[in-house]
């Protein structure tokens, strides 16, 4: 019988690298960023990920022939728990989303050419990377885009109005979604082309100031960007996988990154609990610890028991992805996707709560965590699209009853009962 919660003791190992790793030489780098230049930070990842690739940790997302290590889902998703405690981890993994998701799809539907062009360099961390889909006007429900992309001649040429295009302003490559067939059915008008950043017509107008980043900042990493494409022409062989592939091609991408985002915000989670019980132990009102205030005994029994619950659910989907393929998978993903932005929002609020003034100031990370955690519910499809869905997937399981009486209703059950077990009954009266 299979069914086992053991990592395999050489991964161990290699967790146990990252995680030391990660906390001596990643963490120090989130205490100046804003004192280093995009070029400057690049300088400071390119030492320490040359020793992820010594460990045979980099690119862990895909197969060995593409340059990566091939661990699937589940192994991966282990190594995304270490890398979520800081936001500067995945980079120096070569794991750092958008690219991670742009090089599967890449992996998934680019010809021999595209992936020499464009997913050797994004594999080897030589470039980078933005998927632009989300429009103002579209984005929980992406049926509704409006950027075109129109055959003339060889050629596709693009217009649109793009907006949260994660680091577009620092990519090489824009990953964008464009109509290409508007006649046709809902989720095959869509089409995906590879546009170089440096096209002429790309205009990239800023970098969305949001809650993570409320000071405008053009140009850095983790930068979220609007984008007007104006006339952008670009050769036929742009087009990434067949025409009106785009969601398919989507729902590829999106599957295995929400894995990797759910354990990442196991990673904030932990680091954000290890907070809130350090503060227990020490912190003194009211006549004792608050380590001995039920409030927060409560608070750090239902963090653990939420994030085992989240750990144990996400870990199962990758499994289920690893084994039977992301359609299988669909449901489960969607389950943690809405779930884990939960436990992670809950599990830093209290981080903050328990720590008070000193909680809600800069000089801990946990209000950056809490704008972080505030965007899990609504990237990557907001709660209420990944409800939904799983609601619809359980609710196909079920059908009305005969007569709308529910089949659980006493009386009804009570007269089959009686039915069926006349002879016990009979023999009872003739007893009396
Ligand atoms: C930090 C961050 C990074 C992002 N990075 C990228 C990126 O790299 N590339 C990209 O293309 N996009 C990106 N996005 C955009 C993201 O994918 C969209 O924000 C998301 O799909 C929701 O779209 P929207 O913001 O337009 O909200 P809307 O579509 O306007 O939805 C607004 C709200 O309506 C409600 N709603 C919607 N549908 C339903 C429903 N079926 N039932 C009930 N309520 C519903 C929900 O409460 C939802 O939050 C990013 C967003 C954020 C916040």
Redesign the pocket.
């Given at each position: 019988m299979a069914w086992d919660f053991q990592t395999e003791p050489e991964y161990q190992e290699k967790l146990d690298w990252a995680r030391a790793f990660v906390r001596e030489e990643i963490w120090p780098l989130e205490t100046i960023f804003g004192e280093l230049s995009q070029d400057q930070l690049d300088d400071a990842y390119r030492p320490l990920q040359e020793q992820v690739k010594a460990q045979g940790l980099w690119a862990a997302h895909l197969d060995p022939e593409l340059g990566g290590q091939g661990y699937g889902q589940v192994k991966l998703g282990l190594l995304h728990e270490i890398l979520g405690t800081s936001p500067f981890a995945p980079n120096a993994f070569g794991c750092q989303?958008?690219d991670s998701g742009n090089s599967e799809i890449l992996a998934l539907a680019g010809t021999p050419e595209q992936k020499e062009r464009w997913l050797e360099p994004l594999l080897a961390g030589d470039i980078k990377s933005?998927?632009?889909?989300?429009?103002?006007?579209?984005?929980?429900?992406?049926t509704l885009l409006t950027t075109t992309a129109v055959r003339d001649g060889d050629d596709w040429v693009i217009n649109g109005h793009?907006?949260?295009?994660?680091?577009?302003s620092i990519a090489d490559l824009l990953i964008v979604?464009a109509v290409t067939d508007p006649d046709a059915r809902p989720h095959q008008r869509a089409s995906m082309f590879l546009v170089p950043a440096d096209t002429p017509g790309v205009n990239i107008l800023r970098d969305v100031p949001?809650m993570?980043h409320p000071q405008e900042e053009f140009g850095k990493l983790g930068g979220?960007a609007e984008i007007l494409y104006e006339d952008v022409r670009i050769p036929g062989d742009a087009l990434l996988g067949a025409q009106g592939a785009g969601f398919l091609i989507a729902q590829h991408r999106l599957g295995p990154g929400r894995i990797h985002h759910c354990m990442r915000w196991l990673g904030v989670s932990q680091r954000a609990f290890d907070m809130l019980c350090e503060r227990a132990t020490y912190r003194y009102a009211f006549g004792s610890r608050l380590a001995e205030k039920q409030t927060v005994q409560n608070w750090i029994a239902d963090s653990a028991a939420e994030m085992q619950a989240a750990r144990l659910m996400t870990l199962h989907a990758a499994w289920k992805m690893d084994k039977d393929g992301p359609a299988a998978a669909r449901t489960d993903i969607a389950l943690i996707k809405f779930f884990g932005a939960k436990v992670l929002h809950d599990v830093v609020d209290r981080a903050l709560q328990i720590h008070g003034s000193l909680g809600y100031s800069t000089d801990l990370p946990i209000e950056a965590m809490y704008r972080f955690a505030r965007?899990a519910?609504?990237?990557?499809?907001?709660?209420?699209?990944h409800?939904?869905s799983v609601a619809r997937q359980v609710l196909r399981g079920y059908t009305p009853p005969a007569d709308e009486v529910p089949s659980e209703h006493v009386p009804t059950r009570r007269a089959a009962a009686r039915e069926k077990f006349a002879h016990l009954l009979e023999a009872v009266t003739a007893n009396d």
């Open positions: 989303a958008p933005a998927f632009s889909m989300t429009e103002p006007g579209a984005g929980a429900d992406p793009k907006w949260f295009s994660s680091n577009a979604m949001t993570e979220h965007a519910r609504i990237y990557d499809g907001p709660d209420e699209v409800r939904q």
